[in-house]
C-alpha cells in the first residue's frame, strides 16, 4: 500500500523558516519523481519543486527560487522541502507527490497535507 506522509508545517513569522518531510513507502522510492505542491485557500494546487529519481535534476515555482531547496534520501525514502526566508503569500497546504512510469502508465500518489502558515 503506498503512503506519503507529510511532516513539519505550522505556524511561523514572516521571515522564518521550515523544513517540510515526507516518509514514502510502499513503492520503489528511487524511482520516482518527487514533487512538492501547494494549496491556498481558493487557489489552484501549484507546483512548488521536484526532484528526480537519482536526485540529480530539481525544479522551482519562480516564487520560490532562491528561498526553497528540495532533497531526497534514498536510503531512507524521504523527500524533504527546505523553505527559508517565508512570507506570508506561502501560505498554504503543502503536499508532497510521487510519480512512476512503468511503461506507457503514469501513477501519481498524494500525501495527505501539511499547512504551512506565514503570519505575525
Known amino acids: 500500500q503506498v503512503q506519503l506522509v507529510e511532516s513539519g508545517g505550522g505556524l511561523v513569522q514572516p521571515g522564518g523558516s521550515l523544513r517540510l518531510s515526507c516518509a514514502a513507502s510502499?513503492?520503489?522510492?528511487?524511482?520516482?519523481?518527487m514533487s512538492w505542491y501547494r494549496q491556498a485557500p481558493g487557489k489552484e494546487r501549484e507546483l512548488v519543486a521536484a526532484?528526480?529519481?537519482?536526485?540529480?535534476?530539481?525544479n522551482y515555482a519562480d516564487s520560490v527560487k532562491g528561498r526553497f531547496t528540495i532533497s531526497r534520501d534514498n536510503t531512507k525514502n524521504t523527500v524533504t522541502l527546505q523553505s527559508n526566508s517565508l512570507k506570508p503569500e506561502d501560505t498554504a497546504v503543502y503536499y508532497c507527490?510521487?510519480?512512476?512510469?512503468?511503461?506507457?502508465?503514469?501513477?501519481?500518489?498524494w500525501g495527505q497535507g501539511t499547512q504551512v502558515t506565514v503570519s505575525s
Open positions: 526532484i528526480s529519481g537519482a536526485g540529480g535534476s530539481t
Open positions: 507527490k510521487a510519480t512512476r512510469s512503468i511503461g506507457f502508465k503514469t501513477y501519481e500518489y
Open positions: 510502499g513503492f520503489s522510492f528511487s524511482s520516482a519523481v
